[in-house]
């Protein structure tokens, strides 16, 4: 395993795609139209191979043009398989079911460094396991395929959203109930960064949470995210829709994506900020409790 910086991973990410024989699958929140240009201009004389990209395509992404409205023709028209997820925020290069690139370079020009200076990112390249490329596959499982339908009422909100602020638009709701599945995977950056909601140091970027957004939008927006879902759904399957904090500590050590995997105490302080933030916005049908000295998770 290899940690690359920057201009490193861009060599080394063009040397494999060079290389590609089967597939490529690639995970990013955000994504230009150019990145995908350069990475099919690596793989140059390939139209056997399946190529296929995660998206997180939330609408003040595109607003904020940190990824491009016209990488859904682009895809349609160049063999991609474009996949989308609102709260993504992982960054995952799969060649061949083989070998991974993950870190925080996102697919666009600055994430890359395809022009100028780009990004400092810090990526690991390593080879997958069986137990990764389940993993990878039951991501992508757990988004959906954008179709004509969805992505021209997508298209057709961003035409009409004023475009002065892109910090605080949300797709309509019907567009965000399309994308609400039984989610089966988490990664640690789907954990709130900020003990608190109330005391927020820092932007949760990847929650599409703000320091200026009222506790009512944040309760909103973070009621939508794949975390939240997540356990929503784990505690629906639960016969008396409970858990204690153990077992629910196990259930995050299975399901998140972490190479090398997450130590349990690690899991306990992610899941502490968790409750922390679910205690705070005290949502109707989310309870925390501790009888017999445990923490306890119902859902209402």
Not at 96 to 106: F, P, T
Not at 210 to 218: A, M, P, R, T
């Amino acid at each position: 395993m290899s940690i690359l910086i920057s201009e490193d991973l861009k060599e080394n990410l063009a040397q494999d795609l060079k290389q590609t024989e089967n597939n490529i699958s690639i995970i990013t929140a955000f994504c230009k139209k150019e990145a995908l240009e350069y990475i099919d201009k690596q793989l140059k004389d390939k139209e056997h191979l399946t190529k296929r990209i995660l998206v997180r395509f939330e609408l003040d992404d595109i607003l904020s043009k940190a990824t491009d409205l016209e990488i859904y023709d682009y895809c349609k028209n160049n063999n991609w398989k474009l996949y989308v997820q609102f709260n993504l925020h992982a960054k995952v290069y799969s060649i061949d079911k083989k070998i991974c690139y993950m870190g925080s370079a996102n697919a666009t020009n600055k994430g890359l460094s395809l022009k100028g200076q780009g990004n400092l990112e810090m990526t690991k390249r390593f080879k997958l396991d069986e137990e990764e490329k389940m993993q990878i596959e039951k991501v992508f499982f757990d988004a959906i395929v954008i179709d004509d339908k969805m992505f021209n009422e997508m298209k057709q909100q961003v035409e009409t959203t004023p475009h002065k602020i892109a910090t605080r638009n949300q797709w309509r709701n019907e567009i965000i109930e399309r994308n609400i599945k039984s989610y089966q995977i988490l990664f640690q950056d789907d954990f709130p960064i900020n003990d608190s909601p109330i005391q927020m140091i820092e932007d949760e970027i990847f929650l599409n949470i703000h320091k200026e957004n009222s506790i009512e939008e944040i309760k909103e927006k973070f009621y939508h995210t794949r975390i939240i879902q997540w356990l929503v759904n784990l505690l629906e399957a639960q016969e008396n829709k409970e858990m204690y904090f153990g077992e629910l500590s196990e259930k995050i050590h299975n399901s998140i994506f972490q190479e090398p995997k997450q130590y349990r105490k690690d899991i306990k302080i992610l899941q502490t900020k968790l409750y922390n933030w679910i205690i705070a916005l005290n949502y109707d049908n989310l309870k925390i409790d501790t009888p017999n000295h445990s923490q306890r998770i119902r859902l209402i």
